[in-house]
């Protein structure tokens, strides 16, 4: 590209070899060697699998894995994989984890697996009509839909039901049929989707309309996932803090932009699970915020009180679209080993597991904020980033991190003048 104007209008960049996409994208940066050779390190992924996964690929990122400790999950003991950019995220789970260590720990119970594929049919006339006479044939719909994927139905999953729903849009009325569908262990998008295109035809014909969209809800509201905790309030430093985490959750219900913070929160934990385990976070993360929503404001997904006999009570509630099989679960090397360490068995013991971290990742946050306040043990753990971006290496990233952390300047400039003074053999 040199003495030319730059364009990203690349004919046919996606049949390009790996070497020439990012050659033209060092071009284009204007990357150093190093960078490139950042760039090309797969790391733990295959590069062979990496550059099958997506599109236009020209190298690979690396995030932390970690496991959090201490989880008492009906009863039963987990190490969970976690992956995240964020510090004290592990660190905070693991701790609320143990403070929730009290009989069978975090109970969670997720209901059944179901998706919901989506038909929207327009251009239709006596819509109520043509929605009775879909109900009419049913059956007949449903039969042809579960021939799709003999596969899932053998494993006792497949379509189970169909509603009909006449909507009102601003180019008039349209038709939204929901093919509800049992998809197992697996996230069922590709099983959901091939199902709604091949009952389309049907439902046009029936209708006289148009199927315009034919695709998977995300708002997975039949695939709910519930967590709840009952800890006595010395195991979270007393009852008047416990009373706090109540005022914390009171304050979340009441207030839509307390409410999104408070949510995150959740989200941290659950999200961090589910990249471990390469699941479609983005449709995690649409469904949850959508239900949050569901009464027309936004609230928290959990709710915390205390009780009478001074114990504290956590209860958690969300859609969770996720599987063990198919997709980037099965393909990507660490996603398999992320499933090995839960043990999990079931998209349904995996969801609830997420339902778990993400209730003990929220009251680790609530707590933080009613005792020292969020970003006391969030910037000590910052330091040692810091100190990496001033451009410590080895043992220097710790002593640099302490140093901040005794002084209580936990700053990028006091990092850098702190490594400076390192390098030029001064004590710090």
Known sequence: MTGQQKT???EGFYKLPLE???KIVKDWAGLTDEEVALLLNFGNLPRDIGERMIENV?????YPFAVAVNFLINGRDYLVPMVIEEASVVAAASNAARMLRYEKGIVAEAGPQEMIGQIHIVNVTAPQAKAARILEHKQEILEHAAQQDPVLVKYGGGPRDLEVRVVDTRKGPAIIVHLIVDVRDAMG???VNTMAEAIAPILEKLTGGQARLRIISNYATRRIVRAWARTPAENIGGLEIAKRIE??????????YRAVTHNKGIMNGIIAVALATAQDHRAIEAGAHAYAARTGVYKPLSTWEVDEE???NGYLELPLQIGIVGGATRVHPIAKIALKILG???????????AAVGLAQNLAALRALVTEGIQKGHMRLHARNLAVMAGATGELIDKVAERMIKDGRIRFDYAKELVEKALRGEPI
């Open 189 to 191: 998008a590709n099983a």
């Open 8 to 10: 990203s209008r690349i």
């Open 344 to 354: 999990v068995n079931t998209a349904k013991e995996l969801a609830e597991v997420m």
């Open 20 to 22: 020439e996409k990012i």
């Open 58 to 62: 020209v190298g690979a990122m690396s």
């Open 310 to 312: 001074g114990f504290l």
């Open 247 to 256: 005022e914390a959750s009171i304050l979340a219900e009441a207030d839509p």
